[in-house]
């Protein structure tokens, strides 16, 4: 459960928690520092709804997700505000985002693939493409799940205490 600097606690859902549990069943859900429920997305009218969270990022004040069923880019901010942005980045593993830029990191097949992404008003735009390595040059194939904060993507490396960090630029 992230935490932003203004106390928010963040939570992303999926799978058998979003159709089970009436306080999971939004997806997304913010809270207070006390446990107490603030808030749970609830998709627009002609929106898919979250069945699976894949890409949860927390900054201040705002968390962002990319969710099957369409993955669309939610960001989601603390005062209840929401807005949708077409991706053609299906099922990332991670993300991070600085403004109107971001990294997504995986979708498909490829854990690897590093998308360079910019955001306008509708969509996201995919700006260059690079094959995330190890710092040995060793090829990423795969990894625990991300950690997206902020303006950072953190990926596990093979061992509980290696972890390595890539930054929107």
Not at 8 to 31: K, M
């Amino acid at each position: 459960m992230p935490a932003d600097r203004r106390h928010h606690l963040w939570t992303a859902y999926g799978d058998e928690g979003v159709y089970s549990d009436p306080l999971s069943a939004p997806g997304l859900v913010r809270w207070d520092s006390g446990g107490n429920r603030l808030w749970g997305y609830s998709a627009p009218k002609g929106v898919e709804y979250i069945d699976t969270v894949y890409a949860f990022n927390v900054g201040d004040g705002v968390a962002w997700a990319s969710y099957y069923p369409a993955f669309p880019l939610l960001e989601a901010r603390a005062d209840g505000r929401i807005r949708l942005r077409s991706s053609p980045v299906a099922a990332p593993g991670g993300l991070a985002v600085d403004g109107d830029r971001l990294i997504m990191l995986g979708g498909g097949r490829e854990p690897d693939l590093l998308r360079r992404c910019r955001m306008t008003a509708d969509e996201v735009v995919p700006v260059e493409e690079v094959r995330l390595t190890l710092p040995d040059g060793a090829p990423l194939k795969r990894y625990a799940p991300c950690v997206g904060r902020g303006r950072h993507l953190y990926v596990r490396g093979r061992s509980r205490g290696q972890w390595y960090v890539t930054s929107v630029r």
